[in-house]
């Protein structure tokens, strides 16, 4: 393990792809050639994860289980290593300094073994209880070396933050076995378990890398159309609109179904009202096995999609009670078909799969909506397009090259999404929080309002949309500003500085003074032309929020149906971004 943590640290510590792809392909074939039973998991170790993409299970150890094991072995208070994970961005950074200061006490650790992690992940999986996970934990910190401590926690927190993800992990494995990486992105699209690409790229089999029913394939990307400048759109397209919902593949047979969400894994338990119809209806052969792709929404008795925040509550649970079931139906959108009866069809072109998709849904239950499709006439009438989807509840518009065969994992030109921003906001920046990781030193994080009469109240927190060097300068300008001593990273400032901010749209938000949150809100441009007195007020977002419900992008729903959170004139929104941190909140 300690070869294996090594190999992280030199990918953590340098910023050149070049390197880390050199340290963590020398960890590859080390493993390979000392432990081969062990590759898989490793591999999967590198980018974060501890079980096999196909796996239903769940390690169910958060941060705060974490914490209490390493403050536990380590013998550190919960406030000092509390302290030394904010200073660092990093709980996994703060434990391997705990466990290195601990050392100091202690007789050395045995180190941990490939087999133990391992080990770990599967005790962690395979028990609901707390007290054995904590004892599994604990057993495991230790045994750590500093630098495998460091490690082993964040990967069980999922998050390895060596800037070392999948691309840069499949480079690694092309040379680490001396393949071509070409057939490693391939391989990666039918397989996605980044042990199972490992283990056919070292035994030379990565050509029989091949769609199979039960293990999740990639999913195809669109590419946004303003970055596909080049994009031809004179060669046929279809135009479907773009759903807000849940990314799911299934995967249908009489045997069973499977749901995979993107980045999420499997969520067949948490939507039984999707998987059981489906394996009623294949069981009783009136549906041939097949993988789909779509998207899993709650739509009105009409047909029309309700908002993300009508899903949102399903995600909340594991396994829904029959209240959420009740409140809260779904069904299934699909938009493509990726294999049937024993047949892969990634290969044909999306007219003809569009038309095998149409012909196995004939006998699907009532969850299984086929996504309307219909053929884009010109570029000159996206506009009337998109204004048309939006009046039907949808986020955008989809094209998809008639053309185009399904490229599992890719984000090419052949699927382009259109969205727009649905409007910006002159807003006031009232507080502002250290980043984590590279952001760890600068104030990047910053918590905004709008005017209510003479007061200001919080719409938001946004991080992204500035350069670096607009960080450094902002990160000065709000510590001049500062109405009292930093705590735990977050600094009150005085209302000086103003953003503009665009959003994709509004929500109800029990976080925000206002009542409201500016839904994936990204800074345009830092107005320094403004007054924070020109800042827009209240009366703003409230229309902004009734033109909303109005066309059906939202909905108001209740307290109960909304994610209860503090209030933001305390602590707004603290840290919500980084799973890592989340322990640490007053």
């Not at 039960?214 to 990307?221: D, E, N, Q, S």
């Not at 090419?412 to 980043?435: H, I, M, P, Y």
Request: proline fraction near 4%.
């Amino acid at each position: 393990m300690l070869g294996v943590a090594e190999a992280l640290l030199v990918a953590e510590r340098t910023r050149a792809r070049g390197a880390k792809v050199d340290a963590l392909a020398g960890a590859l074939v080390e493993v390979h050639r000392r432990e081969p039973e062990r590759l898989a998991f490793v591999t999967r170790f590198l980018t974060g994860t501890m079980l096999a993409t196909d796996d239903d299970r769940t390690l169910g150890a958060g941060g705060r289980l974490v914490f209490e094991a390493a403050a536990s072995v380590s013998g550190m208070s919960n406030a000092e290593l509390g302290a030394r994970a904010r200073k660092a961005g990093d709980l996994g950074t703060a434990i391997g300094e705990a466990i290195e200061e601990s050392l100091a006490r202690r007789a050395p650790p045995v180190g941990l073994r490939l087999e133990d992690a391992e080990r770990v992940a599967l005790e962690l999986a395979e028990t609901g209880s707390r007290a054995e996970k904590l004892l599994s934990l604990s057993w495991a910190f230790e045994r750590c070396s500093a630098l495998e401590a460091r490690y082993l926690a964040r990967a069980i927190l999922g998050e390895m933050r060596v800037g070392a993800k999948e691309g840069i992990v499949e480079d690694a494995i092309a040379k680490a076995f001396g393949v071509k990486l070409a057939e490693v992105r391939r391989a990666a699209g039918l397989v996605t378990d980044m042990g199972e690409l490992a283990r056919l790229a070292a035994h030379g089999r990565l050509d029989e890398a091949r769609v199979a029913l039960g293990r999740p394939l990639g999913f195809m990307l669109a590419t946004p159309i303003e970055t596909a400048r080049g994009a031809d759109l004179t060669a046929p397209h279809t135009i479907e609109d773009k759903i807000d919902g849940i990314r799911a593949q299934a995967h249908v047979s009489a045997g069973g179904v499977q749901l995979f969400a993107r980045g999420k894994g499997p969520v067949t338990k948490a939507f039984p009202d999707v998987a059981a119809p489906l394996h009623e209806a294949a069981r009783d052969g009136r549906l041939r096995s097949a993988i789909l792709d779509g998207e899993i929404v709650v739509m009105t008795a009409d047909g029309r999609p309700r908002p993300f925040s009508a899903v949102q509550p399903r995600l909340k649970k594991t396994e829904p009670d029959a209240e959420l079931l009740r409140d809260h139906p779904v069904r299934y959108v699909v938009y493509d078909i990726l294999f049937e009866g024993e047949e892969s069809l990634l290969g044909l072109p999306f007219l003809e799969r569009r038309a095998r998709l149409v012909r196995w849904a004939e006998q699907a239950p009532p969850c299984v909506v086929v996504h309307a499709s219909r053929p884009l006439l010109s570029k000159e009438t996206l506009d009337t397009e998109f204004d048309a989807a939006r009046a039907r509840g949808f986020e955008g518009l989809v094209l998809k090259r008639l053309d185009a065969v399904y490229a599992a994992g890719v984000r090419g030109f052949s699927w382009l999404k259109v969205k727009k921003a649905l409007a910006t906001l002159d807003v006031v920046v009232v507080a502002a929080e250290r980043g984590h990781g590279k952001r760890a030193g600068v104030l990047s994080d910053y918590t905004f309002a709008v005017r209510e009469g003479d007061a200001l109240v919080t719409v938001g927190k946004a991080y992204s949309g500035l350069t670096d060097e607009e960080i450094r300068g902002m990160t000065a300008r709000l510590e001049s500003l500062a109405l009292g001593e930093e705590q735990h990273g977050y600094l009150r400032v005085r209302p000086d500085v103003v953003l503009e901010v665009a959003f994709d749209g509004l929500q109800r938000s029990d976080r925000h003074s206002s009542g409201f949150a500016l839904r994936f809100p990204r800074i345009a441009r830092i107005r320094d032309d403004k007054k924070p007195a020109e800042a827009d007020g209240i009366d703003a977002v409230r229309a902004l929020w009734d033109a909303q419900l109005a066309s059906g992008h939202r909905e108001d729903l209740t307290a109960k149906d909304r994610k209860k959170g503090r209030k933001s004139g305390r602590r707004p929104d603290i840290r919500k971004k980084s799973k890592q941190l989340k322990l640490f909140e007053d």
